[in-house]
């Protein structure tokens, strides 16, 4: 290892090297040593699987060289329901055949290595053939992720000699898997993501079809009985109407509307029924949670990745799912095999928000298709914010108007260069929001300045961390504690420190109970006008500690937080917010991540970039808004046109 790290190489490079050199580099690593451990591995390695090899495996073991870390090892391993290895010389997975047979288009078992670096794959494979051919592919997959269509003209993509060419070196499995390039009218799709938008879309239009006699007095009684008072309009009139003629209610509205409002509400309705609910990632999970004020002794909480990987499933009544748009279609699909006909679906999202990491379009289609009275609603008044002028703001950007540059210019005005400004504090609840973790204007960076600004505490130093009283921060590791989710604000009153522990006292922005607090790992101390006081003790690391709960103790759960990345501010609201964007990120702000970023401010916004910057960031959302054909070829596949 000193020898990697010495050089720079990794152990591709290694077997890779000319003899002459090879040998030299085995004289530094063994030739002070009376060891030669691994020696003889390295040698079967540079005969077995070097780039002209063509022995089975050559792919899976180059790439494990090139990218050797633990997960990518555990992920390629046999286990216990997966046996079967891929050679007899080899101990790794059969499932990572298709990667050997077609590393451009198929993943590593576990990984998603065909959405990865492509130079990784040229590296390990003969690389131009392999590539040429697979090029058809590999551009419409692009252009997907890209842009969110389906569908592209023949010209934009290749030639039909060079789509035929790619689709004839498919085997039987990768056709049948969805690899094959489907040709229409002069517009190319790959079938996979084909099949899959639209079986997620007929799934959905068919159970929009199905109504419910006796719905509709069993909703107009709850809420007589309820005696509910509404701020909103829309969502009585969403809970009036809910299952009357359709299985599923899809709630679209913008940051702050109330959609998970809205989903406690039917909730609340269905108390009598087996109740699931689910989102993609840990953080909304447990968002959810909290945020459902009496959901059953008959429900659960799960991740939808969780959900789709059980094989033994109860029978749920209705499920809900929410935060769709981070949803991708394959995992989606894979839901809606799972559940029964007669379930009842209550699906909640923003389409303008940061999408799902893997492509996902169901969402923004279905907004267009599923038409049935009460099936589709859009909730339309913000409550986030009392601002007029950034309520109009944001439905500007929503609906990319063309006077988003005018508002953004004057009323606020929202819009000013980047300079000395940013480090001069508006609010104490407030947060600088920032694309990158790296660079002049990362959030590192950031963090790292505005904690030394803070001149009012002195240092204190754990591990490579350094803390101050009065640095806000937010909680990441909900190992410590199910009460310390994701996410959760907070800032540090008090640190006392020893050799052998550090002692913080948080102000954390959620209301906690002393007997809440009792067999937790932290110590109740007090309410604050905002929240609770809590004493949370972190322990040194040594290897003595065999007990999980110490071990637990060890790990700081949470980050400081003057600056955090416009992703992870997903989910969180600030008194008062701070947007850089210098000109050399502004490819990188898409319409979603620019929505998402000035919908977290409840009263002050300001976004720190150039005159030229917000010029041409504006203008990539008109190009983003332009028609495309994809809208028009799903309705007429699902006969809707």
Not at 60 to 89: M, Q
Not at 236 to 241: C, D, F, M, N, Y
Not at 415 to 437: P, Q, T, W
């Amino acid at each position: 290892m000193d020898f990697l790290t010495k050089t720079g190489i990794n152990l591709l490079d290694l077997i890779n090297l000319h003899e002459n050199r090879y040998q030299n580099a085995l004289h530094q690593i063994y030739g002070g040593t009376k060891t030669n451990t691994f020696e003889e591995v390295f040698f079967k390695l540079r005969r077995d699987y070097a780039l002209s090899s063509n022995k089975m495996g050559k792919h899976t073991v180059r790439y494990i060289l090139l990218n050797l870390r633990e997960e990518i090892l555990e992920s390629v391993l046999p286990n216990t329901f997966d046996k079967k290895c891929l050679t007899e010389e080899l101990y790794i997975t059969s499932r990572c055949y298709p990667f050997e047979k077609k590393p451009f288009i198929s993943n590593l078992a576990g990984r998603k290595t065909s959405k990865g670096n492509i130079n990784d794959i040229l590296e390990i494979t003969n690389g131009s053939e392999q590539y040429n051919t697979a090029y058809p592919y590999l551009t419409i997959e692009s252009l997907i992720y890209k842009t969110g269509e389906l569908y592209f003209d023949v010209d934009s993509v290749a030639s039909m000699e060079k789509i035929k060419k790619y689709n004839d070196s498919l085997d039987a499995w990768e056709c049948s898997n969805g690899f094959r390039i489907n040709e229409e009218n002069g517009y190319l799709s790959i079938d996979s993501y084909e099949a899959n938008t639209l079986f997620i879309l007929e799934k959905l239009l068919k159970l929009s079809k199905v109504s419910n006699r006796g719905q509709q007095e069993s909703n107009s009684r709850y809420l007589r009985e309820s005696n509910l008072k509404f701020e909103d309009p829309l969502k009585k009139v969403a809970l009036q109407k809910v299952f009357v003629k359709s299985q599923v209610m899809l709630i679209y509205g913008a940051a702050g509307t109330g959609k998970t409002t809205l989903i406690n509400y039917v909730s609340n309705m269905m108390m009598q029924s087996k109740k699931l609910f689910l989102t993609k990632t840990h953080t909304a999970l447990q968002n959810l949670k909290r945020r459902i004020e009496n959901p059953g002794s008959e429900s659960d909480f799960v991740s939808i990745d969780s959900f789709t990987k059980m094989v033994t499933l109860t029978d749920y009544d209705v499920i809900f799912i929410d935060e769709c748009s981070t949803i991708d279609n394959r995992t989606m699909g894979k839901m809606l095999e799972k559940i029964d006909d007669d379930t009842l679906l209550v699906l909640a999202g923003d389409i303008y928000q940061i999408e799902s990491i893997d492509f996902g379009n169901w969402f923004y289609y279905a907004k267009d298709i599923i038409k049935t009275d009460g099936a589709n609603v859009e909730l339309l008044n913000t409550w986030r914010t009392e601002k007029e002028e950034l309520k109009s703001l944001w439905d500007g950007v929503r609906k990319i108007e063309p006077i988003i540059t005018e508002k953004l210019a004057i009323d606020g005005p929202f819009s000013s260069d980047i300079g000395e400004e940013i480090f001069v504090s508006k609010d104490e609840d407030e947060i600088v929001l920032c694309l990158n973790y790296d660079g002049k204007f990362g959030l590192n960076n950031m963090n790292l300045y505005f904690q030394n600004a803070n001149t009012k505490s002195e240092v204190y130093s754990w591990a490579e961390w350094t803390f101050k009283v009065g640095d806000p921060i937010i909680f990441l590791d909900t190992k410590r504690s199910s009460l310390l989710y994701n996410n959760l604000k907070g800032r540090i009153v008090d640190i006392s420190k020893s050799d052998s522990a550090i002692l913080f006292t948080l102000d954390i922005d959620t209301i906690l109970t002393e007997r809440q607090c009792r067999n937790e790992s932290f110590e109740f101390v007090d309410v604050t006008d905002f929240g609770t006081r809590i004493c949370l003790e972190v322990i040194a690391s040594i290897e003595e500690l065999e007990d999980d709960e110490e071990r637990v103790k060890t790990i700081i759960p949470f980050q400081i937080a003057y600056a955090v990345s416009i992703h992870k501010a997903q989910g969180l609201e600030y008194k008062s917010v701070k947007i850089i964007i210098p000109s050399y990120n502004a490819e990188k702000i898409s319409h979603s991540i620019f929505y998402t970023a000035i919908t977290r401010a409840k009263e002050k916004l300001k976004i720190y970039w150039s005159a030229e910057t917000m010029q041409d960031i504006i203008e990539s959302f008109t190009k983003e808004k332009d028609e495309s054909w994809t809208h028009s070829m799903i309705k007429k596949k699902l006969d809707l046109e």
